[in-house]
């Protein structure tokens, strides 16, 4: 009797956790959506793919309405936040039409549409000089 109430609780707890899950993604699709956001590749944990999708929003929304975006004022403010908030050393490549091939820090790698821009940002090691 004690093995099946084990087996119960281990179940129970397996279909929570499957629950949470997909309560979580909803939120994160409901928050792509507010922000007009479309992650076309990603090695980036949550939170970090967040922080950038919310700091290029902002700036976005901060540049004049009547003018193009200016590619490089977003790719310099993405990499500035990143560098000062998680240490450096973080690249962004920003536009509507690129290509590219990086060498990524694990964990350190996104890339993403915000309305009609694409955003690249990624993190590479830094060795110290001896």
Same mark, same amino acid.
């Given at each position: &009797?004690?093995?099946?109430?084990?087996?119960?609780? +281990?179940?129970?707890?397996? /279909?929570?956790?499957?629950?949470?899950?997909?309560?979580?993604? =909803?939120?994160?699709?409901?928050?792509? %959506?507010?922000?007009?956001? +479309? =992650?076309?590749?990603? %090695? &980036? !944990? *949550?939170?970090?793919?967040? #922080?950038?999708?919310?700091?290029?929003?902002?700036? *976005?929304?901060?540049? !004049?309405? @009547? @003018?193009?975006? %200016?590619?490089?004022?977003?790719?310099?403010?993405?990499?500035?936040?990143?560098d000062s908030t998680y240490g450096?050393?973080? #690249?962004?490549?920003?536009?509507?039409?690129?290509? @590219?091939?990086v060498t990524h820090s694990l964990?350190?790698?996104?890339?993403? @549409?915000?309305?009609?821009?694409? =955003?690249? /940002?990624?993190?590479?090691? =830094?060795? !110290? *000089?001896?």
């Amino acid at each position: &009797m004690e093995g099946a109430e084990e087996e119960l609780e +281990r179940r129970s707890k397996f /279909l929570n956790s499957l629950i949470e899950r997909k309560k979580k993604t =909803v939120e994160q699709k409901q928050q792509h %959506d507010r922000l007009n956001v +479309r =992650v076309r590749a990603s %090695d &980036m !944990p *949550l939170s970090l793919q967040n #922080h950038a999708f919310d700091t290029a929003r902002n700036i *976005l929304e901060s540049m !004049p309405t @009547s @003018s193009k975006i %200016d590619s490089k004022r977003l790719a310099l403010s993405l990499k500035k936040e990143f560098d000062s908030t998680y240490g450096p050393a973080w #690249h962004c490549i920003v536009g509507t039409s690129f290509g @590219s091939y990086v060498t990524h820090s694990l964990g350190g790698f996104l890339y993403f @549409s915000i309305d009609k821009v694409y =955003v690249l /940002l990624f993190k590479t090691a =830094v060795e !110290p *000089l001896d």
